[in-house]
């Protein structure tokens, strides 16, 4: 069993940065990131695997968030930039233990964190 925990969400203003953290307790071969706000379904944000390659949700984050990894620390990162209100939400750290292709989708992740808050005021 994979113990995932997320850290560093909080409230920040319109246009700021955010720099989430993940750490996973055992050896994670994808890591990614998912977001929730109120009333909407949980959506899908980036993806790193253990190379370090990346996929986005291009339409909402990209050219704004990166994520990253330390694959010694088995930590991922969700650095956010130039925050906007509809970037508030839960954030939830996901850890997918076996190889493959980078996924989108939620249920191919095995085990998931309880999430942090990022909230953007206007």
């Known amino acids: 069993q994979v113990q995932v925990v997320e850290s560093g969400g909080g409230l920040v203003q319109a246009g700021g940065s955010l720099r989430l953290s993940c750490v996973a307790s055992?050896?994670?071969?994808?890591m990614a990131w998912f977001r929730q706000a109120p009333g909407k379904e949980r959506e899908f944000v980036a993806a790193?695997?253990?190379?370090?390659?990346?996929?986005y949700d291009t339409d909402s984050v990209k050219g704004r968030f990166t994520i990253s990894r330390d694959n010694n620390k088995n930590t991922a990162y969700l650095q956010m930039n130039s925050l906007k209100p509809e970037d508030t939400a839960i954030y939830y750290c996901?850890?997918?233990?076996?190889?493959?292709?980078?996924?989108?989708?939620?249920?191919?992740?095995?085990?998931w964190g309880q999430g942090t808050q990022v909230t953007v005021s206007s």
């Open positions: 996901a850890s997918r233990s076996y190889s493959g292709l980078l996924s989108r989708e939620h249920q191919d992740y095995d085990y």
């Open positions: 055992g050896r994670s071969y994808a």
């Open positions: 790193i695997g253990w190379s370090g390659e990346r996929t």
